[in-house]
């Protein structure tokens, strides 16, 4: 079983016991989410395929709310003096797979 769902402004493919790290969600860490934006799903050897959604539910659990590693900014301009280091760390939500 498989499928590609869209969570967090992104598609993934998922299958039952996958965990996926997305933008951050509004839910409390523990809570049983379900997601109803399936564009594909493959179960037991056929392929749905929505327009634009399958009409099935995904069950999720939210496992913890996470920072993504730091990205490094850094401008420059030669010969100008002009130089600006920034960092930035994505919040990030980690999500498991429950059911498809």
Known sequence: MLAIIELGGQQWKVTPGMRIAVNKLPYEVGA???INKALLVEKDGQV????????????AKVE???RAPKVVVFKKKRRK?????RGHRQL????SIQSV
């Open 48 to 59: 749905f395929i929505g327009k634009p959604y399958v009409p099935v539910s995904i069950q």
């Open 81 to 85: 003096g002009y130089k600006r280091k």
């Open 64 to 66: 913890a709310h996470i």
């Open 32 to 34: 049983e989410i379900m």
């Open 92 to 95: 990030m939500t980690l999500v």
